[in-house]
């Protein structure tokens, strides 16, 4: 399979706590984007990060990619309750802008 | 500026029926794609459709499962003599004309269920 992974799958901290999501993959990729999901909705996109960056921030998540490794995470600092969520990250093969989806990590900030 | 739209929300059918279900993407979006989520699982890729066009279906069973993208109206994702194990929330995503890195724009789903 070419999917990402996440880990871990399940995810529980106090609100204002930082969550650090991990995903794996396997095949060389163009870029990696992390998705949100809140329950009964679609994904909605957070973050994209090409293979030929590093690290990439967006107000309070932070992104990294580490192309030896294939792997790449994702922090969110400063949690509040709304982070409550599935993340899932998406890695690309290929030339047709398809991706594919890892099972997901599942957070649940408590206030 | 309406986002991915997908009808209908939640759709029952009896084993051996059809299911129809209905996407239409972000205005200016002339790429979309089927995923298909089970419970407590990531969304995995069935088909991705140009208008007129079927770029990739490697995702999508061969027997029973088709999808079109019409010049006008809607893509749809057609399920024929659905079974249980079709049971299962049914993703829409679009994307712009624009090559590569462009990110996707889900709908809320379809959610089939097969009784």
């Known amino acids: 399979s070419q999917q990402g992974e996440e880990d871990p799958q399940a995810l529980s901290i106090q609100e204002g706590e930082n969550a650090t999501m991990n995903c794996s993959y396997k095949?060389?990729?163009?870029?990696l984007q992390w998705y949100r999901q809140n329950s009964g909705r679609g994904l909605v996109h957070l973050i994209l990060i090409r293979s030929n960056e590093r690290e990439k921030h967006s107000g309070r998540l932070r992104v990294t990619l580490d192309t030896s490794k294939k792997s790449s995470s994702l922090l969110i600092t400063a949690s509040r309750a709304a982070d409550t969520a599935s993340y899932f990250c998406a890695t690309d093969v290929g030339s047709f802008n398809k991706f594919y989806f890892g099972s997901g990590t599942k957070l649940n900030v408590k206030p | 500026n309406a986002g991915v739209m997908q009808n209908p929300r939640h759709l029952v059918r009896r084993r051996g029926q059809e299911a129809r279900l209905r996407c239409s993407p972000m205005k200016g979006h002339s790429h979309v794609y089927w995923y298909r989520q089970l419970p407590e699982e990531g969304l995995k890729f069935m088909v991705y459709?140009?208008?007129?066009?079927?770029?990739?279906e490697s995702g999508m069973p061969k027997e029973r499962f088709s999808a079109e993208f019409p010049k006008e109206g809607p893509s749809i994702l057609r399920i024929q003599q659905v079974v249980r194990g079709d049971s299962a929330a049914y993703f829409c995503?679009?994307?712009?004309?624009?090559?590569?890195?462009?990110?996707?724009?889900f709908g809320n789903g379809t959610r089939l269920t097969v009784t």
């Open positions: 459709l140009q208008k007129e066009n079927i770029i990739d």
């Open positions: 995503a679009s994307s712009p004309p624009i090559g590569n890195n462009s990110p996707l724009h």
């Open positions: 095949t060389s990729i163009n870029n």
